[in-house]
């Protein structure tokens, strides 16, 4: 993207906000302390740099037992990693879309050992995916072509329903995502997006200083440092130990 700058990229916070250049991926406490931090090249998914930065905070000797994040961060990748490591992710999931409008995989109900379509067809022939841990499940073509719900099901010759075969960590997830306590937990989500705008506006982080990835990282631990120092003066004010 840049002769003198190797490790910028192109990025985008939707389809009329792009730029060039880095992205911050941080984690908080829910004192309001920046625990770790960490720049990426603009293209970077923001559900990658998750892992890492826990890792990171846990040979630091940080620990945690939950994590909140945006949907991105909510991957069922980084659920099940950090379920091994003791420490469940909250996060929103992301709508169920269908350019054809046909029926959502929410419309079939999904079995230990099997499928069951929206016309109460079941199915329990499977192809487990080990590379993507996937689970595939097909319905018999004969079934699909004589359904009278086929037009609203499928354009292809059967239908097909694809799973993580972490599918009961993803569904405790969604149940507990109906709960107030969901609601609660994502309230304290929503204090990042200030901290994070403190450090752009205030402490240098809404442009780059620096060529290389190397020295942008630099250039965010110092805005981090910098609003966790403000934010313990602020505590101590107040009376915090």
């Known amino acids: 993207m840049s002769i003198v700058d190797k490790d910028a990229r192109h990025g985008a916070k939707s389809d009329d906000k792009k730029f060039t250049g880095y992205k911050v991926n941080s984690i908080m406490s829910e004192d309001g302390f920046i625990k770790n931090i960490n720049a990426t090249p603009g293209n970077s998914y923001d559900g990658d740099i998750l892992i890492p930065l826990i890792d990171e905070m846990i040979e630091q000797g940080f620990t945690a037992s939950e994590v909140v994040g945006d949907t991105a961060y909510g991957e069922v990748d980084n659920r099940n990693k950090l379920m091994l490591k003791g420490i469940t992710v909250i996060a929103p999931f992301k709508k169920e879309t269908n350019k054809n409008e046909l029926f959502p995989q929410s419309k079939f109900r999904i079995e230990k050992h099997g499928v069951i379509c929206p016309a109460e067809c079941r199915t329990m022939v499977w192809n487990h ?74 402490h240098g982080l809404q442009r780059a200083k620096y060529w290389g990835l190397q020295k942008i990282n630099i250039q965010a631990t110092i805005s981090a440092i910098v609003v966790n120092v403000k934010r313990l003066v602020t505590l101590n004010s107040c009376g915090y130990q």
Request: charged content about 45%; overall charge positive; aromatic content about 10%.
């Open 129 to 202: 995916n080990k590379k993507t841990e996937q689970i595939t499940f097909f319905f018999n073509k004969k079934d699909c072509e004589s359904c009278k719900l086929k037009q609203k099901c499928t354009v292809q010759k059967r239908r097909t329903i694809t799973i993580s075969e972490h599918y009961e960590l993803l569904k405790r997830a969604r149940e507990y995502n109906k709960t107030d306590d969901f609601k609660e937990d994502m309230k304290q989500r929503a204090h990042i997006e200030p901290k994070q705008g403190e450090m752009k506006r205030y």
